[in-house]
């Protein structure tokens, strides 16, 4: 092989020209606009799965769900959801699998938790959602979202543990959906972000830290008492926030009133019929946009756990 030929740009030569750039500064550019290190920013574009015939199933509790539901309502409710998201001025990107989807797929925050620099892919923790995270790679991977890790092994991570307390740390809950290994991996990505884990746990009977505790500004979170662990409140505080109390438990487990949106600062999307917690929460000075969602949440899930975040505003 002649000594020119390594001259050539394909082996180094002159016309070779080194990447330089960062994932994070190729967001937006070579990657979507994506991208999230807070939970109150404004909230720019979601991802959501409206769902179809795989709710009709023969037994319900099998498939995770509480109740039988009504399809059509649930879909009409789905789509009263996506249109609130884009009256908020919220892009709305289904997932629209290309195979037929398992019952729980809707719960797109399970799925996926997003970073400033992209996704980290979650591993679903039951049997029954074994697979919904390949359905999820395929819409990410086609919107332009980068996937920066896949959970994987014997490991257990879902979305909806883990909450951004500010834009260098991360509350990651083990539990029933994320295992010790699981949050390992969590954390091992995020410290390459120069981000840490508060890592704290979660009671028995707690689906998800995000159906415990919800942060609606850079100094007020909401949370459930008996639910929310105790690293999570003190972690809290030693942020600066003011950890509040719901009122009504019986909102919280009937109405999923805790299960609700943060749209931008003290601004929240939240589910309809919850007369005593959205009152708490005006008094707190948050906006309630509200949409009934009563059939949805018989599949065990609210609005928080329909929305994959895809973006928000980035704190500096």
Same mark, same amino acid.
């Given at each position: 092989?002649? &000594?020119?030929?390594? *001259? ?50 023969? *037994? ?9 539901? *009504? ?70 991977? $086609? ?22 307390? &500010?834009?260098? &740390? ?17 954390? $091992?990505?995020?410290?390459?972000? *120069? ?25 007020? $979170? ?77 599949? $065990? ?16």
């Amino acid at each position: 092989m002649s &000594s020119s030929f390594f *001259d050539t740009a394909a082996y180094g030569g002159e016309g070779w020209r080194s990447r330089i750039t960062s994932t994070a500064e190729e967001i937006g550019r070579l990657w979507a606009d994506c991208g999230q290190n807070s939970e109150w920013a404004p909230l720019k574009a979601v991802l959501l799965h409206r769902p179809g015939p795989e709710l009709l199933v023969d *037994d319900a509790d099998a498939a995770q769900l509480l109740a039988p539901v *009504d399809l059509a309502r649930v879909q009409a409710q789905h789509d009263a959801l996506a249109q609130a998201y884009r009256d908020a001025g919220v892009t709305v990107h289904m997932a629209s699998p290309d195979v037929a989807p398992p019952p729980n797929l809707m719960f797109v925050a399970d799925l996926m938790f997003m970073t400033p620099e992209g996704a980290i892919l979650a591993r679903p923790a039951s049997q029954v959602r074994a697979g919904e995270e390949r359905l999820i790679a395929r819409r990410l991977a $086609a919107l332009g979202v980068p996937i920066l890790r896949s959970v994987h092994g014997r490991a257990t991570f879902e979305g909806a543990d883990a909450m951004w307390l &500010s834009k260098r &740390s991360v509350l990651v809950a083990e539990g029933l959906r994320t295992n010790i290994t699981g949050r390992a991996q969590v954390a $091992a990505i995020l410290a390459e972000m *120069d981000v840490e884990i508060i890592p704290v746990g979660l009671p028995f009977g707690a689906m998800h830290l995000m159906g415990s505790l919800r942060i609606v500004d850079e100094d007020v $979170a909401i949370a459930w008492p008996g639910r929310t662990p105790f690293a999570a409140v003190r972690a809290l505080r030693e942020h600066g926030y003011a950890v509040h109390f719901l009122p009504d438990e019986n909102e919280a487990m009937e109405g999923f009133a805790l299960n609700f949106m943060t749209l931008g600062q003290r601004k929240i999307l939240m589910a309809a019929g919850n007369p005593i917690t959205q009152k708490f929460y005006e008094k707190l000075g948050v906006e309630c946009v509200v949409v009934a969602v009563d059939e949805l949440t018989k599949a $065990a899930g609210g609005i928080g756990c329909l929305t994959g975040v895809l973006k928000r505003d980035l704190l500096d």
